[in-house]
C-alpha cells in the first residue's frame, strides 16, 4: 500500500512534466526500462545493491537510455527514481504513470482472453465494441487460453464481461 502510495507521487510528478505529445512516448519507455529491471537479474543487481557507488548506477541507466534510443525525458524521468533511492519500485510508478497517461489521453486497458487467435477483422470488431462500451479508445492485451472453449473474456480495471462458452456451460451446470 505505502509502495503505491509513493509510486503514485511519483508518477503524478513525472506527468506534470510532460506535454500530451510526449507523454505517450515516455510511458511506453517507462514501461519497457521497469519490466526490463525485472526480468534481467544482473541489472537488478547493479541497480539495487547499496555497496555500487550512485555514479556507476547512473552510468548504467545513460547507457540502457542511449543504447534504446528513449528520449532524453525518459532517462531523466530514470534517473530522478534513481537518485531518490525508488529504482526498486519502477515497474510500480510506471504501472500508476499509465494510469494517468491513459486517463488524460482517454485510453483504456483492456485484458482480453480469448479462445482462439484472433483475426485482424475480429480483433478490430471487438475494439469497436469496447470503444463503444468505455467512451475510451481500448489498448487491448489479448491472451489465449483454449480452456475458455470459445468466445472472449473482457477486463476493464475490476470489471469483467464473461462472453466464454466455458462461464455459459457453468452457468447451465449450476441452474440444473
Do not use: H, W
Amino acid at each position: 500500500m505505502k509502495e503505491t502510495a509513493v509510486a503514485l507521487r511519483y508518477a503524478n510528478a513525472l506527468a506534470n512534466c510532460f506535454d500530451s505529445a510526449t507523454l505517450d512516448i515516455v510511458n511506453n519507455e517507462l514501461k519497457e526500462i521497469a519490466a526490463l529491471i525485472e526480468d534481467n537479474q544482473e541489472l537488478r543487481a547493479v541497480l539495487l545493491n547499496p555497496a555500487i557507488p550512485l555514479d556507476v548506477k547512473q552510468k548504467t541507466i545513460r547507457e540502457i537510455v542511449k543504447q534504446a534510443n528513449y528520449k532524453s525525458e525518459t532517462g531523466d524521468a530514470l534517473r530522478t527514481i534513481l537518485e531518490n533511492g525508488r529504482i526498486d519500485i519502477t515497474g510500480v510508478i510506471a504501472g500508476e504513470f499509465e494510469k494517468l497517461v491513459f486517463k488524460s489521453l482517454g485510453k483504456v486497458r483492456v485484458k482480453v482472453t480469448s479462445a482462439a487467435e484472433l483475426s485482424d477483422e475480429e480483433s478490430g470488431s471487438l475494439q469497436g465494441k469496447l470503444k463503444s462500451i468505455t467512451g475510451l479508445d481500448p489498448v487491448v492485451d489479448i491472451n489465449v487460453d483454449p480452456s475458455i472453449i470459445g468466445g472472449v473474456v473482457a477486463q476493464i480495471g475490476s470489471l469483467v464481461y464473461d462472453g466464454s462458452i466455458k462461464s455459459q456451460l457453468e452457468a447451465l451446470r449450476i441452474k440444473t
